[in-house]
């Protein structure tokens, strides 16, 4: 039988009769995407009575794929999976629709369940299977603020140890919204490359998926690209979001425009005070460990601010500032007596803005332990639920200088589900509390990202396991409504990186791929999709010129966290101390463009020197370049403007030459006399 095509002035694409994806070919460069054809296009994992994953493939049952106008329906009437017994065939109906639309194939899943003992748990389609792009082209994964893969063929996972030890590490994997902070990904080179997002405003759980497939020989490799759904469907009817798979003109820049153009219809970035917009950095300090003992008083935040001021940087953020410590005791939020109690603490932050600083209270906002009151009283409810009915906890236990603790003690941080209104109502009422006692600003820890579980507690107001976090977003809203009832000056900030969960917000402190130099990391990604949101380092830990000099170019605002959140930044060595002021000066002397701007990567540039790394910013009125010389030599500074203007370099000392000193940072600002 012959195959099923559907093609327009962009794009063909072509199904056989089985129900496989044979072609996708990009007709302004005949480039077809799928060049292993013939392997599944989609996989279901169905929960019964015995088992709580069942593996439903193709290959294990009939499919009908039919032409509807300008659409391929392809309708899989009842699935079957092998179980120990033998084939067992349920009356779950799954139907893949396919249209064109411009250059994009839109595909629609939906799966219908009449057997009442089924559980539909995980939908993968449509899998993009048997992708195997040049190996000059990469992946573009966006897991935390961006990961680049050059050559995923050849790079994603361990070809050798795969079949040494079938150990399966081909993949990456993240949940949206959790560590993945958008829902697109795609391979690209220069000119083309493959676009795949999926269409869902929802902000249900969203895995998104890409996979290498082994061959008999490596030549044979391939990639899958996949979003994974989890429907949780009982008996009824589930419809997808739509997926959008484009091949397209233009490199990884064009599928950022693509997905946010979609984003601009759901999604609304923060507009942050000036003070925030400004932002240099800021400064982190433990005041109370999680095993109790006390690091500083509240009579020390001055103290604290003062050292961080000495370098220009004006925010100090306190964690461990209540009596159960850090990352203990959540979320029961009161000021701690023996740390100088409410007046106390609220004195010294006024005596931090008097002498012009601020100051930002630590609050976590998606955990909480067992050992607070709220947990005895709401905490049973108001646990997330993992498959087998426990709660679902993270780790995160603090070592101090012993070895009973990292060895032997487990201390357990428990995700309080979203969806609960007792623990909506703690969170607003301890942002409450926290402007009361006079912050200049909130730290909602985690709620704009990460984590993204999915919830099994059937109790819960979620009708779903992957709508356990939709709610985050308003409840975000919900705190900065009251923060800015109270003034527009104060602020809001998060933790982790997320397009629609960063709403809330007016900055964020990252965690994981994207926010460092080199490698696989590729804060480009959101930079440049998202570049209102602001962002900082990861954490600082002392003298640590090459990250800050990254930061610069990058746009990351500076996050002194010495000594992992120990001391302040006066304990860092007095020469790191002076060149990390005269940075923050440069900076903020050229806070338009380079902080208020926005990131535009390299548009409007060239640079003919791959030793260098330099990015663009544009505001209304200017135009500039950060650059920054990596490497052990002086480099020539061999960056020019698309439209030939002249740039003045200016570095920490002055005017930069011809050459930039080894681990050199300049600012590159447009010539008045050439026309700005
Ligand atoms: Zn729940």
Redesign the pocket.
């Known amino acids: 039988m012959s195959n099923f095509v559907l093609q327009n002035e962009h794009l063909r694409l072509e199904m056989s009769a089985e129900g496989a994806l044979t072609e996708l070919t990009c007709l302004a460069t005949g480039t077809n995407h799928v060049r292993v054809p013939g392997l599944d296009l989609w996989r279901v994992i169905l929960q019964d009575e015995v088992s709580l994953v069942n593996l439903v493939t193709p290959a294990n049952q009939p499919c009908e794929v039919v032409q509807e106008g300008e659409r391929l329906v392809l309708t899989v009437p009842r699935l079957a999976y092998r179980a120990h017994d033998g084939l067992r065939i349920v009356e779950v109906t799954m139907r893949l629709t396919v249209a064109l639309d411009g250059d994009a194939s839109r595909w629609v899943t939906e799966v219908e369940n009449r057997d009442p003992a089924i559980r539909v748990m995980e939908v993968w389609a449509p899998m993009i299977n048997g992708v195997r792009p040049p190996a000059d082209w990469a992946l573009y994964y966006p897991q935390d603020c961006g990961l680049r893969m050059a050559d995923p063929v050849s790079n994603l996972g361990d070809r050798g140890q795969m079949f040494r030890f079938g150990v399966t590490n081909a993949y990456l994997r993240e949940l949206y919204p959790g560590k993945a902070s958008m829902q697109w990904m795609g391979v690209y080179g220069a000119q083309e490359g493959l676009y795949c997002c999926s269409e869902d405003p929802s902000l249900q759980t969203t895995c998104l998926n890409v996979e290498r497939n082994f061959g008999e020989t490596p030549a044979g490799d391939s990639l899958q690209i996949c979003f994974i759904k989890y429907p949780g469907q009982r008996v009824g009817r589930w419809t997808a979001a739509p997926v959008v798979v484009a091949p397209h003109t233009g490199d990884w820049h064009a599928g950022a425009m693509r997905y946010r153009a979609w984003a601009d219809g759901w999604i609304t970035p923060s507009t942050p005070p000036a003070w925030v917009q400004g932002l240099p950095g800021l400064q982190d300090t433990i005041l109370r460990e999680q095993y109790g003992a006390l690091v500083y008083s509240y009579d020390d935040i001055p103290m604290l601010h003062d050292a961080a001021a000495e370098v220009g940087i004006e925010l100090v953020k306190l964690t461990g500032w209540h009596p159960g410590g850090h990352d203990n005791r959540y979320p029961d939020y009161v000021p701690d007596e023996a740390q100088g109690g409410r007046a106390g603490l609220m004195e010294n932050i006024r005596a931090v803005q008097q002498a012009g600083g601020k100051v930002m209270l630590y609050l976590q906002a998606t955990q909480m332990t067992r050992n607070s009151e709220f947990y005895r009283e709401h905490g049973e409810q108001v646990s997330?639920?993992d498959p087998y009915g426990d709660e679902l906890a993270d780790t995160f236990t603090w070592p101090g200088p012993s070895t009973l603790l990292p060895l032997s003690a487990q201390h357990r941080l428990i995700n309080a589900?979203l969806?609960?209104p007792e623990w909506q109502q703690a969170m607003t009422q301890r942002t409450r509390e926290l402007l009361e006692l006079g912050a200049d600003c909130i730290y909602l820890d985690r709620l704009a990202g990460y984590p993204g579980y999915l919830?099994f507690?059937d109790d819960?107001p979620?009708a779903r396991p992957c709508e356990?976090y939709v709610d985050r977003v308003q409840l975000g809203m919900d705190c900065r409504a009251l923060a800015k009832a109270a003034s527009p000056e104060l602020a809001l900030a998060s933790e982790y990186i997320n397009d629609a969960g960063l709403q809330p917000f007016d900055f964020t402190i990252p965690y994981g791929f994207g926010v460092h130099y080199g490698g696989r990391n590729f804060g480009e990604l959101f930079r440049y999709t998202f570049p209102e949101y602001i962002i900082t380092t990861q954490y600082l830990n002392g003298a640590e010129y090459e990250r800050v000099h990254f930061a610069l170019v990058m746009g990351f605002r500076l996050f002194f966290a010495v000594n992992w959140q120990h001391a302040p930044i006066s304990h860092t060595p007095p020469e790191f101390r002076a060149h990390a002021c005269k940075l923050i000066d440069l900076w903020t002397a050229h806070a338009d463009p380079f902080l208020l701007g926005r990131f535009v990567d390299t548009e409007g540039m060239h640079c003919n020197n791959s030793a260098l790394f330099a990015k663009a910013y544009r505001s209304e009125d200017r135009y500039g370049i950060a650059v920054w010389n990596p490497t052990p030599e002086p480099q020539p500074l061999a960056i020019t403007t698309n439209d030939g203007r002249r740039l003045d370099w200016v570095g920490i000392d002055g005017l930069v030459g011809e050459n930039l000193p080894a681990q050199g940072v300049a600012f590159g600002v447009i010539s008045r006399e050439g026309g700005a």
């Open positions: 997330m639920r589900c969806s609960m919830c507690n819960h979620h356990a």
